[in-house]
């Protein structure tokens, strides 16, 4: 017979409890990235910059030319649950879909050596500061520093330095290139859905730049135009004149969709099937969604060919499931059989549509 003895519970000091939250955020440099670029995003950037060294391990940096952090907010920028986004428990609701607001930059801080230099609007200089563990230091960890006035452009850089220094275990696990190939493909996938914008994104070991969407030309474009645009630049093997795109709006749940996809008859060379899927603006993945694609392309599709889609959800931020943590990339939402189901219906559609425009000799 098996006797254990009762410990006595006792309360994880903050310290742990942060370090174990961090390293639910940050699970590998492509998911810091992630948190990022959302940043630069909501700063409204138009111009967003990224650099990383060895996967990002070594180094990932993003620049851009958002609004910038005002310098007063420097001693409290890497802290927890420190924002300029939410201000009451109401406003809350409004992103409590992926919850968890200001934890970002403080677990990042917590995995990695952080360099973030900003400059506002109304500043006549930048200021550069060093942070660790979620305060600001000197340089090389110095403590009780303040910031540095230098020359800088308007907008924020930051720098993560040794992502993972303090966890060797986890550091070691990751290859480099596979790493960067993350990377470049979470880059690629958000300047899709914010094709406004121009991103660039190369590893400092290279002279490539396998991400760039600078010179485009969006003029007089919709955004699903530009977004063709885009997939045939940096998704391979697809031509614009074998996407088309769906807007469509649905009464429940006050769901709006957006699709770029490939056609059926598509003469690409899509490798595998492939599904950029944001939901109320960010990145997940959900394999109910999927397999509702997966279905309404199955009869159309030729045997070994593949589909490409872009589709992007919004819906109302209460019909999401706010259990399942922000960084899980696997998301839940209410309705969930009903929306794919709505959705592979209309994909159907469409797909049906141009199946009988080449039997009756359609060039198209
Ligand atoms: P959250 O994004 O949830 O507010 P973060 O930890 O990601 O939390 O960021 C904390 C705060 O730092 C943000 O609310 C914002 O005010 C500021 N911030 C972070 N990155 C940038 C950026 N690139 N440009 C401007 N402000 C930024
Ligand atoms: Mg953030």
């Known amino acids: 017979e098996r006797k254990s003895i009762a410990r006595s519970i006792s309360k994880l000091d903050e310290e742990i409890t942060n370090k174990i939250a961090a390293g639910e955020v940050v699970v590998r440099p492509s998911a810091a990235l992630k948190e ?24 990932l940096q993003i620049q851009d030319d958002g609004h910038g952090i005002k310098v007063e907010d420097f001693p409290i920028l890497c802290e927890r649950f420190t924002t300029s986004k939410i201000e009451k428990y109401q406003d809350l609701a409004k992103v409590a879909s992926f919850g968890f607001r200001g934890e970002a930059l403080a677990s990042i801080s917590l995995e990695g050596k952080l360099e973030i230099t900003s400059r506002t609007a109304d500043q006549e200089v930048a200021y550069k500061g060093y942070f660790e563990n979620c ?10 520093e303040s910031p540095i006035a230098c020359a800088g452009n308007f907008g924020t850089q930051i720098k993560a330095n040794d992502l993972f220094y303090n966890n060797k275990q986890r550091k070691l696990s990751f290859k480099k290139k596979e790493e960067f190939m993350r990377i470049v493909n979470v880059v690629m996938n958000y300047s899709l859905h914010y094709c406004m914008i121009n991103f660039t994104c190369k590893a400092l070991e290279s002279n490539n730049t396998p991400v760039s969407t600078v010179n485009i030309n969006r003029e007089g474009k919709t955004k699903n135009d530009v977004r063709k645009i885009l997939i045939q630049r940096l998704f391979g093997g697809i031509k614009q004149s074998d996407l088309f795109d769906i807007t469509e709006e649905f009464s429940f749940s ?8 490939s056609k059926a008859n598509a003469k690409n060379s899509i490798k595998k099937n492939t599904l950029v899927l944001f939901i109320n603006n960010r990145l997940v993945k959900c394999e109910r969604v999927k397999k509702g694609i997966d279905t309404a392309y199955h009869a159309y599709l030729p045997q070994g060919h593949h589909y490409f889609v872009y589709l992007s959800l919004e819906m109302n931020p209460r019909d999401l499931d706010v259990n399942v943590h922000p960084t899980k990339k696997e998301v839940g939402f209410e309705n969930q059989d009903e929306i794919s189901d709505a959705i592979a219906e209309l994909l159907e559609k469409h797909l049906s549509q141009q199946n009988e425009s080449i ?6």
């Open 36 to 59: 990022l670029l959302e940043n630069s995003i909501d700063a409204g950037s138009k111009n967003i910059n990224i650099s990383c060294r060895e996967g990002g391990l070594q180094t």
């Open 135 to 144: 305060r600001l230091v000197g340089k090389n960890g110095a403590p009780d």
């Open 254 to 261: 006050d769901l709006k969709v957006e699709i770029v996809c």
């Open 359 to 364: 039997n009756f000799g359609d060039p198209d």
